[in-house]
């Protein structure tokens, strides 16, 4: 089987600098501005690398819309007087690629079925989609990604602004497709944490440098200081990792979030 996702040589600017540098890659993490969202968008191929070249299941990037590659966005609520269902959303996964008049088929009626139930949105899925939760949706917007059975599954900060039991709840969705279909996943996420127990790797993007590893390489104090160029430490605080005195974009200052001396990756 060809690799889910290769990248050789990579690098992508923006204003001089350089935002990342390529590498095989699970989960990708680093702070504001470091080029996380930017290194999915040339995945998709919607941007261009400023030097090298990137394959997707054996086969360069090339253009828009390619159906071999599933994409979860960042979690956005929908208008609540929108007035389609949830089925109907992940019925555009289905057919939204084919131009011209829609042709109701059985096997896309029956597809849409299957995903329904393998993104856990039963209970849901008759229901207006601008009256869900955000973990609904995003359930729902996970349905979509899977349509074509993807090889490569991106997911870029899926988790924002769900709570933490639809988070664990998405993380379960995607590792279980993952774990069935041997299929790529790249997720970017700003916090480590709920993902942790299921990553295989990091890539940690930072002043325009990265590294790649086992959470255990990747996470720890040594290797986060070298990154960034400053001291950082790596903490367990209530069974979560925080990063202390990390860097913003190149901005020597500490993260404030929770408990205002330190953040979650």
């Known amino acids: 089987m060809n690799n889910p996702l290769e990248i050789?040589?990579?690098?992508l600017h923006r204003d001089g600098?350089?935002?990342?540098?390529?590498?095989?890659?699970?989960?990708?993490l680093g702070p504001s501005g470091s080029g996380k969202t930017s290194l999915v968008r040339a995945i998709l191929g919607l941007d261009k690398l400023s030097a090298g070249t990137i394959s997707v299941l054996g086969a360069p990037v090339a253009g828009k819309g390619n159906r071999r590659i599933g994409y979860i966005p960042q979690q956005r609520p929908l208008p609540p007087d929108t007035s389609l269902r949830g089925r109907d959303l992940i019925t555009l996964g289905v057919t939204g690629h084919r131009f011209g008049f829609p042709i109701r088929r059985k096997a896309d009626a029956e597809?849409?079925?299957?995903?329904?139930?393998?993104?856990?949105a039963r209970s849901f899925a008759d229901r207006p989609v601008g009256q869900?939760?955000?973990?609904?949706?995003?359930?729902?917007?996970?349905g979509q990604a899977l349509a074509d059975e993807p090889g490569l599954l991106l997911c870029d900060e899926p988790l924002t602004s769900l709570d933490l039991a639809n988070q664990q709840?998405?993380?379960?969705?995607?590792?279980?497709?993952?774990?069935?279909?041997?299929?790529?996943v790249v997720l970017v996420t700003h916090d480590i944490n709920p993902v942790l127990d299921s990553v295989d790797r990091i890539l940690y993007l930072a002043g325009g440098k990265f590294t790649l590893g086992t959470p255990a390489e990747v996470l720890n104090t040594a290797v986060l200081s070298d990154l960034?160029?400053?001291p950082v430490e790596v903490l367990r605080a209530g069974g979560r990792l925080v990063v202390v005195g990390a860097p913003d974009a190149?901005?020597?200052h500490c993260h404030a979030e929770a408990d205002a001396h330190g953040d979650d990756l």
């Open 8 to 11: 050789r040589g990579g690098a």
């Open 17 to 28: 600098r350089t935002l990342w540098a390529g590498g095989e890659l699970i989960a990708v």
């Open 111 to 120: 597809r849409v079925e299957q995903l329904i139930d393998a993104v856990d």
């Open 132 to 142: 869900l939760s955000g973990g609904e949706q995003q359930r729902l917007r996970a």
């Open 169 to 184: 709840g998405l993380v379960a969705l995607v590792d279980d497709y993952r774990r069935r279909t041997q299929a790529g």
């Open 228 to 230: 960034y160029g400053a």
């Open 250 to 252: 190149g901005e020597a």
